[in-house]
């Protein structure tokens, strides 16, 4: 009896110990944001003088103004194409290869393991400029295009490599099983590793969502054209020559952020779903 | 089956997608390639000819005054050509265009430093011959136009002239009673003055842009030691190491270390910070440059400046430090050439136009010795003594140095680098100097180093 | 027999699309711009053949080491603070219930902001005259009040880490929260009904249940804290006076500021070469610890 009420007890305290640590990383995680969300109430002046702490002045233009000129709208339509045909094409690609490299046995496996580690070691000024001058022959510079392919590419390396880190989890029973009964090795991706793999699909989906939605140098390299430009690129409308507008700059921020978070939360509802009906039962 | 339909219908998804983006970029993408930039309407410009303009930084309200006083007049006197202003806010995009053999036609570069290393990998034109057909020579103070050379040939056109100047609070200054110091000690007086009273002397911050440091210490080097001192190093004569720049450079570290210059806070100051704290009143006094004042009328409209040359040392006399703004330069993987230097040649040219620019949107003045400031009436009074002071320096020879103009580049850069540590005396004077001073030595032999006037 | 040969096949079938795409974008171009590190070239032409001379330069110059020191040091701040942070958070908030959203949701925040707006806000924060300090100065913390976060040499990079931190700790957690949404809950309900208590599950359940995960987040951090790059630059620019100096910084001075491309591929040869070495070096511990990745 006693054993049972301590260890409620300790439960207890544990309990508010935990909550309140996470409250604590929460105010951490959140407060700069928060910051930058004050901040887009603000006169362009008084982010300048000082940049933290409450409003003195509420302004409510900012929204407006920023969306307009940037064109946000614009860019939201080009950074979410772009963002959702490179997820499907490093989904694919990815799905594909890090099934091979990390269930199957063939000659080179440790090849290509090797091959896409280090070429995580490759920064992007080493190949930006060739890029450049190849796209520019071929007509692809600022299009679309140019960036789609780039970023499908630079996605691939970690996200296979994380992909089959979450799929060596995976019981290759269940896959054996599915050949004996006559699957050939796609069926069996499709079919058994897909469904209960389809968390892990989602999370990769986020990280290159977040990664293409915020990406800037090569956006910026490589699209000129306004009315091509993504999100990330819009704010440096309201950097100058002669000092920026801050106060637009932290609204930009917010327009930036909020399809993000919109997102992440929609997806991640389903992962939560998907965690319970995925995973393997006996 | 079920995830068979699924991806079948992700497919044609995706085809249909692929489809909305090819379209949409369609017009551009299978154009006879190689260009950059491409027109804005469906209108067949493949007729008239093309100009691509680099234009650097531009927020979304100063867009607005340019169109106005560059874009529609060039379109005025340029009518058959598609004339497009294409911005960029950083080096490193036009850089990899340009390297990738693509880039605008006229690049607005930094400074002529810049557009050396543009020319020393062959990719601007030299302008040679253009000048000769156009009279350039003629049209630029003598100072402003060789600081364009680069190996004995002109490389680029200077777009603006700007110099360093002590800015004044003059709020601050006449609520405690100061006065403006003309002399060096007088300004050591005022300093200490300033300091007893919780105020910060003289602004500075460059936690944001390290490089801001080549203002102070042009200004030093320049004011302080003397542009004779400095002309003898460039050229040979002297030593960047001799006793004259040397104490220059101690009195700047010196006047940091007692918290005059950035209150020892400088490093986790940014540039915002700096001007805000001078407008604020935080601070009495700034050195910065006359592009300066531009921020301070459109941030800070209520703020009482002043603008004066450096207080003087005795025995030099007032110096202002000059620089060009920045340089045109003509692509060499541009496809018109020719059209681009006529286009040059308009801007340079159309003096009303500029004038309007100036006086109604705080444009910087083109270096043309033409250059008539009754001509700026109506400009704000503090902006028109700014002008008034640059003009009269520039006639009476009180020309100072600063170094992204007038010194070797890779000079410039070592100093940029250290001179703060300097200020944290992670580093003394002598080797700063002597390390500078290999720099010159190698840009002589090289025959890079700049033309000082 | 043709079952045989497509067994062998369909592994390469599998695995080539993603390798050509990323070699034919990021490899080979990569290799070409490489080559230049034998050369002296300012970026845009003219580029003279100079042999390993850049190489030579490097091994003598201090800023080199300066730089690789700096990383060092940053390598041994990540692979500690964050990961350890996002494990915890992670464990606890995956057994969360109603709240969990909220938490992910809040978490994953500093990861998705831009290191630009992020960067100038904790800047201010930094700012001596109106950021923290003011905080700690009213709470009577004077010692703390007068630090120069990011003007003081000797501390300056352990500020920008403590912001990269607070960046990245968000995405370990959710890495951490996918793997761990991974383990089979079986074996949760099998280890209750052993009458195993949450400290036990968390032993002998969960952390072997993500063991791979955890090598595979700690080479990534390895290798990576040799390329970051984005906040040291909008901070500190590599300032003051090179106290922030990390490879990537470096090599974009020489690229684009001093014009030196050349020597800045150089650089980036060195630079990808440490990554690949450490590698290889924890792929050899590992199979030497017996933590089998493959």
């Known amino acids: ?282 | 089956m079920k995830s068979l339909k699924k991806i079948l219908s992700m497919c044609l998804v995706t085809a249909m997608m692929c489809t909305m983006a090819a379209c949409s970029s369609g017009g551009n993408g299978n154009q006879s390639g190689g260009g950059s930039g491409t027109a804005d309407t469906g209108k067949s410009s493949k007729d008239k000819e093309k100009i691509v303009i680099s234009c650097y930084l531009a927020d979304d309200s100063q867009v607005a005054v340019r169109e106005k006083y560059i874009d529609e007049p060039l379109k005025k006197a340029f009518p058959d050509v598609n004339i497009e202003i294409k911005m960029y806010n950083d080096r490193q995009s036009l850089q990899v265009e340009v390297a990738g053999g693509g880039g605008p036609d006229i690049m607005d570069l930094d400074g002529p430093t810049d557009v050396a290393e543009f020319a020393k990998g062959s990719r601007v034109l030299e302008l040679g011959d253009y000048a000769e057909k156009y009279g350039w020579a003629n049209l630029f103070y003598d100072w402003a136009y060789k600081s364009c050379f680069y190996n004995d040939k002109l490389y680029s056109l200077p777009t603006s002239f700007e110099g360093m100047v002590m800015y004044y609070n003059m709020d601050v200054m006449e609520k405690n009673g100061w006065e403006v110091p003309q002399t060096e000690d007088e300004l050591v007086e005022l300093m200490k003055k300033v300091k007893e009273k919780d105020i910060i002397p003289i602004a500075f911050g460059n936690s944001n842009y390290q490089g801001a440091v080549d203002w102070l210490y042009s200004t030093f080097s320049s004011c302080y030691a003397g542009p004779k001192a400095v002309k003898a190093a460039m050229e040979g004569n002297g030593k960047y190491t001799d006793a004259a720049i040397k104490d220059a450079f101690q009195t700047m570290v010196d006047w940091w270390k007692n918290g005059w210059i950035g209150d020892k806070a400088s490093q986790s100051v940014t540039n915002e910070d700096m001007l805000a704290f001078f407008a604020e009143g935080k601070a009495a006094m700034m050195i910065d440059g006359t592009w300066a004042s531009n921020q301070l009328l459109a941030t800070y409209p209520d703020c009482n400046w002043d603008s004066e040359m450096m207080p003087a040392k005795e025995g030099i006399g007032p110096i202002l430090p000059f620089a060009t703004g920045g340089g045109y330069a003509i692509n060499a993987n541009s496809d018109n050439p020719d059209l681009a230097a006529e286009v040059l040649n308009y801007l340079f040219t159309s003096l009303d136009r500029h004038y309007q620019s100036i006086r109604e949107a705080g444009y910087q003045p083109y270096p043309l010795k033409e250059f008539d400031i009754s001509k700026l009436e109506g400009i704000d009074e503090k902006l028109n003594n700014q002008y008034k002071l640059l003009m009269d320096a520039q006639t009476n020879n009180q020309i100072g140095y600063c170094s992204w103009t007038f010194y070797p580049s890779d000079m410039r850069v070592y100093m940029n680098e250290n001179t703060d540590a300097l200020f944290l005396e992670l580093l003394s004077v002598d080797d700063y100097l002597a390390k500078a001073q290999t720099y010159i030595d190698k840009a002589i032999t090289d025959k890079t180093i700049p033309v000082l006037p | 027999m043709s079952s045989v040969k497509k067994r062998h096949v369909v592994p390469y079938l599998f695995i080539i699309p993603a390798f050509i795409i990323h070699v034919s974008i990021v490899t080979a171009p990569a290799f070409s711009t490489l080559v230049m590190s034998l050369f002296d070239w300012n970026g845009m032409g003219n580029a003279k053949f100079i042999g390993i001379k850049n190489f030579k330069e490097i091994f003598q110059d201090s800023i080199v080491k300066l730089s690789i020191m700096h990383n060092i040091q940053w390598l041994l701040i990540f692979i500690t603070v964050p990961l350890i942070l996002g494990f915890t958070v992670a464990i606890i908030v995956s057994q969360l219930g109603r709240t969990q959203m909220f938490f992910r949701t809040v978490y994953f925040i500093p990861y998705i902001i831009s290191a630009a707006v992020a960067g100038k806000i904790w800047t201010a924060y930094m700012n001596p005259y109106y950021g923290l300090n003011q905080v700690f100065d009213k709470l009577g913390w004077e010692g703390l009040a007068k630090v120069l976060w990011l003007g003081n040499p000797k501390i300056a990079l352990y500020s920008v880490a403590f912001v990269d931190n607070w960046h990245w700790w968000g995405f370990i957690l959710v890495l951490f929260l996918g793997a761990l949404q991974q383990v089979d809950s079986t074996l949760y309900e099998a280890a209750r009904v052993d009458g195993a208590s949450r400290f036990q599950e968390l032993l002998h359940v969960s952390i072997p249940g993500i063991k791979q995960t955890i090598a595979f987040v700690l080479i990534m951090t390895i290798m990576w804290s040799f390329l970051t790059f984005d906040y040291v630059y909008i901070m500190t620019n590599g300032g003051p006076a090179n106290s922030t100096e990390i490879m990537s910084t470096y090599i974009y001075k020489n690229a684009f500021v001093k014009y030196r491309a050349g020597y800045a591929n150089a650089l980036c040869v060195i630079q990808s070469g440490v990554c690949v070495l450490l590698y290889f070096l924890q792929k050899y511990i590992s199979k030497k610890g017996g933590m089998e990745d493959e």
């Open chain 1, 1 to 282: 009896m006693s054993n049972g009420i301590r260890k409620r007890k300790g439960y207890q305290i544990s309990f508010i110990i935990k909550r309140i640590f996470l409250l604590l990383m929460a105010i951490f995680a959140a407060v700069p944001l928060i910051q930058v969300f004050l901040n887009s109430f603000r006169t362009d002046r008084e982010c300048k003088i000082m940049p933290l702490g409450l409003p003195q002045k509420w302004v409510f233009n900012n929204y407006k103004d920023t969306w307009l000129i940037g064109g946000y709208g614009q860019a939201y339509f080009n950074s979410f194409l772009t963002a959702f045909i490179v997820i499907i094409a490093v989904l694919v690609v990815v799905g594909l290869g890090a099934y091979a490299i990390s269930k199957l046995n063939f000659r080179l496996k440790g090849f290509f393991t090797a091959y896409f580690f280090v070429a995580i070691s490759l920064p992007g000024f080493l190949y930006i400029v060739p890029d450049y001058f190849v796209m520019n022959k071929m007509g692809l510079v600022d299009t679309r295009w140019s960036l789609i392919i780039v970023y499908t590419a630079m996605q691939i390396p970690f996200n296979m490599l994380l992909l089959r880190t979450f799929l060596a989890g995976i019981p290759r029973e269940l896959e054996e099983a599915a050949k004996i009964d006559g699957c050939s090795e796609l069926d069996s991706l499709l079919k058994i590793t897909l469904p209960i793999a389809r968390s892990m699909f989602l999370t990769i989906a986020i990280l290159v969502f977040v990664s293409v939605w915020n990406e800037f140098l090569w956006s910026n390299t490589f699209i000129t054209t306004e009315s091509l430009k993504l999100v990330a690129t819009r704010f440096v409308k309201f950097t100058g020559e002669y000092g920026s507008n801050m106060a637009r700059i932290y609204t930009a921020s917010v327009i930036t952020i909020a399809p993000v978070i919109a997102l992440y939360l929609f997806l991640s509802r389903k992962f939560i779903e998907g965690m319970t009906s995925g995973s393997v039962k006996g």
